[in-house]
């Protein structure tokens, strides 16, 4: 059985359009009388893959940008003022948070749009894997600042440790 390799054109060189590599590699496991099922083709695009960040964007197949993992990133949305806590609706990690994200997606687009837009203009939030939570703030709340000492007591202090380390060394090499 030839590989796949050999049915692409020579001359093609590197693709920077995935649907194009995706019809090329059809076309030569047509040839080859080959079906490639859907995990063996994406294992394909990741074995000779790399990221191009001036490359095409990969759709899937309803056309929809796919993300790239490795610029996933998460960002704390506050809570609206004058959200009553606890929120009155389903809540856990067990249970779907659809109602949440629901309600609060007005305050979540405005955010990026605030936030995140301006600096990443091709983010999107993918509303299925968002989470809805709350964060307690444990060093705003139970913090007591206590100044440091003085910086000639922390002299001091070396220089007593010094003279004991010099002594115990002396205790040594005598």
């Not at 099922?37 to 394909?44: C, E, L």
């Not at 095409?56 to 959200?83: A, M, W, Y």
């Not at 948070?97 to 955010?111: E, M, Q």
Request: net charge negative.
């Amino acid at each position: 059985m030839a590989s796949i390799s050999a049915f692409f054109e020579v001359g093609k060189g590197r693709y920077r359009d995935r649907e194009a590599f995706d019809a090329d590699l059809t076309h030569a496991a047509k040839r080859a009388d080959l079906k490639i099922a859907a995990p063996v083709r994406k294992a394909i695009y990741a074995a000779l893959g790399e990221r191009d960040p001036p490359a095409e964007i990969c759709r899937d197949s309803k056309g929809q940008p796919e993300p790239d993992s490795e610029l996933r990133d998460t960002e704390n949305v506050p809570l609206p003022e004058g959200t009553t806590l606890p929120l009155p609706m389903d809540f856990g990690p067990d249970k779907p948070n659809d109602r949440l994200v629901t309600t609060f997606r007005a305050a979540i687009d405005a955010y990026m749009a605030r936030e995140v837009l301006p600096h990443v203009p091709d983010a999107w939030v993918d509303y299925d894997k968002t989470k809805v939570g709350y964060e307690i703030p444990v060093n705003r709340h139970f913090y007591v600042y206590k100044p440091p000492r003085a910086l000639e007591d922390i002299e001091a202090d070396i220089t007593a440790l010094e003279a004991e380390i010099a002594g115990r060394l002396k205790g040594l090499v005598a």
